[in-house]
């Protein structure tokens, strides 16, 4: 191929990849490795544009293929260190950024990205030493700020960590990473009045913005206007867990003279129907419909900050929340065994990878002392067969699986009434056994989200519950060990 020709073709592909056009650029990559085979710089690029078009495989054959053509060219190990990252391959994607880093030191994006595979293996000093390194040799990586800012709040370190989200708002004060995590921050050290008004930068979250769509065109925004006499349409919004913890403030808002309108996720729907006050519980798919001629509307987790919550005034009327009697006499017949009832809950979603400490999932091998404890019968509550590969060893007592038979969280509200325990990971059920008053023990990530505080085994959303913490970060034995030794004394 003439040079000329070859350095156009590469011109032009970089141009089409820089605005996003992939999947022509690929044509021009193809064309130079006919003629070419193992071009470097070609085998580079079109892997970058088969990344993007969501064919890993094939642009991880490509980057090694030029990493062996061209070994001492720092980009391509750092191409398919990102590539092996995004794959969950941590330790081989670590050992290409750490030779993108020896051949180009001075680069920091090369730094970050090796502190960046060190947070989702959960190793904070390596991970602080990358993106102190990064924001060195850059100042204004304000995305180095953030993540080292999350890093040392996962070691405790709130002032520091709201420092550098503040640090990075003053490179870009529109950068919402930062407004997200200096919220979540601020209310994790319990400064609820300047935290509940921070947390309003998550409107600006792209999945919010496309949630927010379907507000009716006819309520306005509720800021705190009288409301005697008017209607409010509430909006569910993020987790079931969010949702069965603010749910708490609708009788305050029905103190004011309100009408309720309240939207619910479809899962809650047969939860919440019979919550007092509510004067039309509505879904998703009726929002548009039943929410149209209210007078206001408001976000379920802007009600806290509107209505004034410091963590003195926390409201908790517990239970607030109650299953349903003929659900009751149901789960009673269904949850038989001898001595005690604890129920057992231990994965769940993957939260966002990073927010790296809060790895709450509990293996289910951490769990095993446990089962061999007398006296006591167990019961899974996971709704889904997390034990096929995962799972608890068969030599050991198996808890008895409830999770297939549970169809919705108000069969689960009934099924939690019937035991004695629940002993879980920070997840949505948490949140309903406190929600029942039902005693609750949480297996709690040292560095936790921000509701259960820093410290303490007590919580005041929940006074049954009782936390127990991991002392070190990833590590569950400690707790689990507590547990045991609880158990062991009696509940």
Known sequence: MDPAILLDHLAQGMRLQESGRHSEAIPLFQTILKQLPGHPHACYL???????????????????????????????????????????????????????IRLAPGEARNHFLAGDAHMDLGQLPEAIHGFREALRLQPSFKEAA????????????????????????????DHLPA???????????????????????????PEVVEQMRRIPSGPRPWRGEPLAGKSILILAEQGFGDNIQFIRYLPMV???GAEIILESPFALEPLFKHFPGITTLTNRARVAQDGQKADYYCPLLSLPGLLGTTPA???????????????VTTWRER???????????????????????????????NLEPLLTLPGITFFSFQT????????????????????????NFAETAAALSQIDLLITIDTAIAHLAGALGRPVWLLTPYAPDWRWRLTGDDNPWYPSMTL????????????????????????
């Open 46 to 100: 079109y892997g970058i544009s088969l990344i993007h078009i969501g064919n890993p495989d094939q642009a991880m054959e490509l980057l090694s293929r030029a990493i062996l053509g061209c070994p001492e060219e720092p980009l391509f190990h750092q191409g398919l260190g990102v590539l092996l990252q995004k794959q969950g391959l941590y330790y081989p994607a670590l050992e290409r950024l750490n030779e993108a």
């Open 384 to 407: 889904a067969d997390t034990t096929s590969e995962t799972g608890f060893r068969p030599h050991l007592p198996q808890p008895v699986a409830l999770g297939p038979q549970l169809a």
């Open 146 to 173: 953030v993540n080292l800012g999350l890093c040392l709040k996962a070691q405790h370190d709130l002032g520091a960590a709201l420092g550098l989200f503040d640090y990075a708002l003053a490179i870009d004060l």
């Open 254 to 256: 029905k103190c004011l």
């Open 179 to 205: 407004r997200l995590n200096r919220a979540l921050t601020l209310l994790l050290a319990e400064r609820y009045a300047e935290g509940w008004a921070a947390y309003e930068c998550r409107f600006q979250l």
């Open 468 to 491: 127990f913490r991991q002392e070190k970060p990833g590590r569950w034995h400690e707790p689990i060990a507590r547990i045991v030794e609880r158990l062991r004394e009696g509940l």
């Open 313 to 327: 005034t926390i409201p908790a009327d517990i239970p607030y929340l109650s299953p349903q009697p003929e659900d």
């Open 335 to 365: 949850i038989v065994g001898p001595g005690r009832k604890v129920g057992l809950f231990w994965e769940g979603k993957p939260l966002h990878r990073n927010d790296l400490a809060r790895r709450r999932s509990c293996p289910p091998r």
